[in-house]
């Protein structure tokens, strides 16, 4: 689920934004600028956009107006877009439009951040695979954009790290209770960008104003991906043992552009113009708005093109407004989108009844076991009357109809000394429920069934809660989460959404002790345990370190390929990946994408789908964008000689009847798709095909071989719809079968009815 100290603070967040953009006379916008038509009069594009926006400061405004220019003006952009943004009146806003070398603006808007045993679930180990491949990330620079970080915390220690690596134009910012002292060889680098929220939010004062985490979320994400070993690691003794960030031995640099769970575009897209100008070569970005940009909108779209183009590569969550369609924050072609999925691992407590059997159930209560207490069944444990008249007693609460989390509101409001909860609501997630301050235990009904039983064979039922534990192991594992974002896209419908799945739930990684770990009281400890895509996406930018590091010359597009198509479709009993959000049925594409990250084989995919700059605008140009709005993208001019929606992905969507008024018969769609090899020199690979109910799937050749290492070969699938496609989705998948069977390269395809 959705961290919900995130949440409720992007709640608050709202409220206050919405009151002074309705009184304040000037708002906050983005001003995209074509650097071309800068005139040589300029020295520098900063001393244009002063000019630019001296030019239209309503003719009410007291002052000089190159001081009110620089006062207005919030940021200069020259990497991640090529423009400014600045606080106007509707007038200016209107007038700047006219200003030559103009291309487009937007409102400035809000986006909201959306988390020890996970490194091993992915089958990471220091004798054979990636780590040792990759030298677990030696050299590599990920940028975390985030809440910022506590620098103090073991994970950014930097025992054994390597020097920091020459090419890095960072540093770390001195601020409110931040020194530039306090990085080092693994934490190279801390900045803060704020200004957009400050003339956003009137009167905002910021306590802390530097990149010291106060929310714990941005240690949180960056320990996860490429935090140091540390010893004695876990939450109040669950999930004890040792915490590592997935690429161990890489370095990291920390941009807060988030405050109170959210950030305004323009600190954003700040925070990623100044990380790539920087050197990073990995972005972890766990945020996104409520409900998708458009691409030529969208911060994060438009920055990770530029970053793409610098050759870094962009991982983003995918959202956590699951398991609805649709539903995806983070869409566009050139970054990894990631779903979030479970791990084998749960933390629990045995409660034990006074007739001595005892049952295993979900908590992370923090405190001790307790003595034997009596317990009563409540009818109803939303109603408070009937709970008023429970004192120091375990109250037992059935959850019929998913309700879970308000009992465990109510009961935080009686005199009861603990509960029982009985549920099968664990699709849910239950996540931040579980941190109740009073004892409790959450159970499926098969195991309730035991507490009920027993609570009627006697007039005096009676049971305690004992020692904390935690679970390895756990069959039917990865799952998707409920939570987590599905496809398709809304905004590139042509490209299958999300890319594929990491761990996201019930994370364990350092957090800010400023911050507490539980919603519902102050507690606080210096390891966290939440959920959400905001935890698989530093996984998988981990796992692109890893990848990066063993193939320095690796594009972005293609350590992306070797991550999908060597993604696990099966679990830990080796039958499909379930989805928890559909009642445990098997899990779909649109779910999960090509499947769950495996950092293993993606070291070595065999063969990988490359992608150039020129083949997105080709795509975006297809989707029929405006020039001006393309151009916001771009930054520069641009071409469309063959404007195509058939990108070179590692996966197929087909859309069929998508109106219900196509009565034509037959209906196909084909795909062109070219791949390199890039494992042994000599190699050959044969397609196999699963089948797709109603569908007629073929690909020609059926056969590649390859004589040289980065040679290329090229493919066409097609796909056949012979009758009315009534199914909302259908899907099946196309693998590359390296002869011998080393090497599998995966694609899924889908095909669906959806509206595009």
């Known amino acids: 689920m959705a961290n919900p100290i995130a949440s409720y603070l992007w709640f608050f967040l709202i409220l206050i934004l919405l009151l002074p953009s309705t009184m304040a006379v000037s708002d906050s916008y983005i001003i995209h600028m074509d650097a071309s038509a800068m005139p040589k009069a300029f020295s520098s594009p900063h001393s244009w956009y002063l000019a630019t926006l001296a030019s239209v400061l309503d003719s009410s405004s007291v002052g000089s107006r190159n001081t009110l220019s620089s006062s207005k003006l ?120 704020n200004k957009g929220l400050l003339a956003k939010v009137k009167n905002l004062t910021i306590t802390i104003n530097s990149a010291r985490d106060t929310e ?81 909108i969208d911060p994060i779209a438009i920055a990770s093109f530029a970053a793409m183009e610098k050759g870094i590569f962009v991982s983003v969550s995918a959202g956590n407004e699951g398991p609805f369609d649709q539903s995806l924050s983070n869409e566009a072609p050139w970054f990894l989108s990631v779903a979030a999925s479970t791990v084998d691992r749960d933390v629990i407590r045995i409660l034990t009844l006074g007739n ?102 006697t007039s005096s039922p009676k049971a305690k809660i004992g020692l904390q534990g935690t679970l390895i192991g756990v069959e039917r594992a990865p799952a998707v989460a409920h939570f987590s974002s599905r496809g398709p896209s809304t905004t590139c419908p042509f490209i299958l959404k999300p890319d594929l799945m990491a761990p996201g739930h019930l994370i364990l990684a350092s957090w800010s002790p400023l911050s507490s770990v539980s919603l519902f009281t102050e507690l606080h400890n210096i390891f966290n345990i939440i959920s959400g895509t905001s935890m698989s996406c530093p996984h998988a930018a981990g796992v692109a370190a890893l990848v990066k590091g063993a193939h320095p010359e690796w594009s972005p597009a293609a350590i992306r390929s070797a991550m999908m198509t060597t993604a696990d479709v099966l679990d830990n009993t080796q039958s499909p990946i379930q989805d928890i959000g559909q009642e445990n049925a098997a ?29 997105y605008i080709n795509l975006l140009c297809a989707l029929n964008l405006t020039s001006e709005q393309i151009k916001t993208i771009t930054r520069s001019s641009y071409t469309c000689p063959n404007p195509s929606l058939d990108l070179n992905y590692p996966s197929f969507i087909a859309y069929f009847n998508v109106n219900s008024s196509e009565l034509d018969p037959t209906r196909i769609q084909e795909f062109k798709r070219t791949v390199t090899n890039v494992g042994e020199g000599v190699s050959e690979y044969t397609a196999k095909l699963t089948a797709m109910p109603g569908l007629k799937v073929s690909v020609v050749p059926e056969k590649l071989v390859f004589k040289d290492k980065y040679e290329k070969q090229s493919y066409k699938l097609r796909v056949e719809c012979s009758k009315l496609m009534n199914d909302f989705l259908v899907h099946g998948s196309l693998s590359w079968v390296e002869k011998g069977g080393k090497r599998v390269v995966r694609s899924p395809i889908v095909a669906t009815n959806s509206k595009v």
């Open 216 to 296: 714990g979320h941005g240690t949180h994400t960056s320990s996860t991906a490429a935090g140091g070993l540390v010893k004695g690691a876990s939450y109040f003794g669950y999930a004890p043992g040792f915490a590592i960030g997935v690429a161990s031995m890489a370095h990291v640099a920390v941009y807060k552009a988030l405050w109170d769970g959210a950030g305004t575009i323009s600190d954003i897209l700040a925070a990623l113009d100044q990380a790539i100008a920087d050197g990073c070569d990995v972005f972890s970005l766990s945020f996104g708005a409520v409900s998708p940009f458009p691409l030529y």
């Open 587 to 615: 899990a779909t594409p649109l779910a999960m994408g090509a499947g769950h990250i495996n950092p293993n084989k993606a070291i070595d995919p065999g063969l990988i789908y490359d992608t150039t700059r020129q083949d």
């Open 356 to 457: 001595g059997v005892s049952v295993t159930g979900l908590s992370l209560y923090p405190g001790n076991s307790t003595s034997d207490i009596s317990i009563i069944l409540v009818k109803n444990c939303l109603d408070k009357q009937e709970l008023q008249n429970v004192t120091d007693k375990f109250v037992v609460c059935i959850d019929k109809d998913a309700l879970v989390g308000k009992q465990v509101k109510s009961v935080r409001h009686s005199n009861a000394a603990g509960a029982i909860f009985i549920t099968n609501d664990f699709v849910t997630d239950l996540g931040e429920y579980l941190k109740t301050e009073f004892p409790s235990v959450f159970l499926n009904f098969q195991d309730g069934d035991q507490v009920l039983k027993y609570v009627n064979s």
């Open 74 to 193: 919030i940021y200069s952009y020259t990497n991640a877009i090529h423009g400014f943004s600045a606080s106007l009146s509707p007038s200016e806003h209107e007038a700047i439009k006219n200003s030559p070398g103009y291309v487009s603006s937007t409102e400035d808007m809000t986006v909201k951040i959306h988390t020890t045993h996970s490194s091993h679930f992915l089958g990471l180990n220091s004798m054979s695979g990636s780590w040792p491949k990759s030298n677990y990330g030696k050299g590599v620079i990920i940028g975390v954009v985030d809440t910022g970080v506590w620098p103090e915390s073991k994970s950014f220690d930097d025992d054994g790290m390597t020097q920091v690596p020459s090419r890095w134009k960072g540093l770390c910012q001195t601020g409110t209770q931040f020194n530039s002292s306090l990085c080092n060889k693994k934490l190279i680098g801390a900045r803060y960008f």
